[in-house]
């Protein structure tokens, strides 16, 4: 099991949790990077330091751009990833609020291939939902689940497709778990196919403002 990490937190309002996160790099499957919900106006001193460190410990990094479901420009989409390969030397992208429909499907394929040939070397999908199955083949990885735990214990349900995909392809995001939990939270992606997860603890309006105990160990 690896971890997708978003920390969407400013290096110095908590540089410790940047600190565990770097060196503890080589657990992440990738670290998504958000300074201002994407790249911003312009490069942040402490992000690009952060990512400087991220890269030297081995990690893949993610520059977070906002797709708003398919309504987005494609233009200011593909600005958003030259901004983050340019100033934070991204390897690739984070995708967040994809859309899942069919109908959504062939735009979101032009969407990626473009992309991809600006240099995206890794597309992360974030449709926070199991999509039509032809989202899953466009992307590196895709978030099949984003959502409360209490959700993914009572709720969660995986189509037969879903089930015949690679678990390394797909990854569950899971906010307010109770930190003794976890752990479950961890192995419960793995058995519901997801070799990717990123379990915290962090409640709305931004979960993902803390680290995951996963990655420092409290799990063990």
């Not at 390897?91 to 959504?104: M, S």
């Not at 291939?113 to 039509?132: E, K």
């Not at 989202?135 to 590196?140: C, E, I, K, M, Q």
């Not at 196919?193 to 799990?219: D, S």
């Amino acid at each position: 099991m690896s971890l997708l990490i978003p920390l969407y937190v400013h290096p110095a309002e908590d540089p410790g949790a940047w600190h565990r996160l770097i060196t503890s790099a080589a657990r992440t499957y990738g670290v998504v990077l958000n300074p201002a919900n994407g790249p911003g106006e312009g490069p942040d001193p402490a992000f690009s330091a952060a990512a400087d460190a991220l890269r030297a410990a081995g990690a893949r990094l993610l520059g977070y751009v906002d797709t708003d479901y398919g309504v987005r420009d494609r233009a200011a989409i593909a600005d958003d990833l030259r901004r983050h390969q340019e100033w934070y030397a991204a390897d690739g992208c984070f995708l967040d609020r994809v859309t899942a429909t069919p109908d959504g499907l062939p735009a979101c394929r032009r969407l990626v291939r473009g992309l991809r040939r600006l240099g995206a070397r890794t597309v992360v999908l974030n449709p926070g939902v199991h999509p039509a199955p032809g989202y899953v083949r466009l992307a590196d990885l895709t978030v099949t689940f984003e959502g409360h735990w209490s959700t993914y214990v009572s709720a969660f349900s995986r189509p037969a497709w879903a089930a015949r995909q690679p678990p390394e392809r797909l990854c569950h995001l899971v906010y307010g778990v109770p930190e003794a939990l976890v752990p479950l939270a961890v192995r419960t992606a793995g058995e519901r196919g997801a070799a990717v997860c990123g379990p915290v603890t962090g409640e709305l309006p931004n979960p993902w403002a803390a680290l995951t105990p996963a990655l420092t160990g409290a799990e063990s």
